[in-house]
């Protein structure tokens, strides 16, 4: 379930386990920009966010981050490295 004013950019993909849900402000990103040329996106794998989870209000989520199952991630928390 995803609540309002969310931005998702899936360029590398993201994929989300059953019965997962998003609070509001929810952003995922998926793509790095290249820093030497800045409309080049660097490739690497997808976002994974496992089932039964809870992703709270203004959650920031950052490229190749794994979420295991049943995880909570409090509001305002920016997601840079996986768990």
């Given at each position: 379930?995803?609540s ?15 019965r997962t ?8 990103i998926?793509?790095d ?8 996106h ?5 976002i ?13 989520i950052?490229?190749?981050?794994i ?17």
């Amino acid at each position: 379930m995803l609540s309002g004013n969310c931005y998702i950019q899936a360029i590398n993909g993201i994929e989300i386990g059953d019965r997962t849900i998003f609070a509001p402000g929810l952003k995922m990103i998926s793509a790095d920009h290249d820093i030497k040329i800045i409309n080049k996106h660097i490739n690497t794998s997808p976002i994974k966010i496992g089932k039964d989870c809870w992703i709270g209000a203004n959650v920031i989520i950052l490229p190749e981050v794994i979420i295991g199952d049943n995880t909570i991630i409090g509001a305002g928390t920016v997601v840079t490295k996986s768990f």
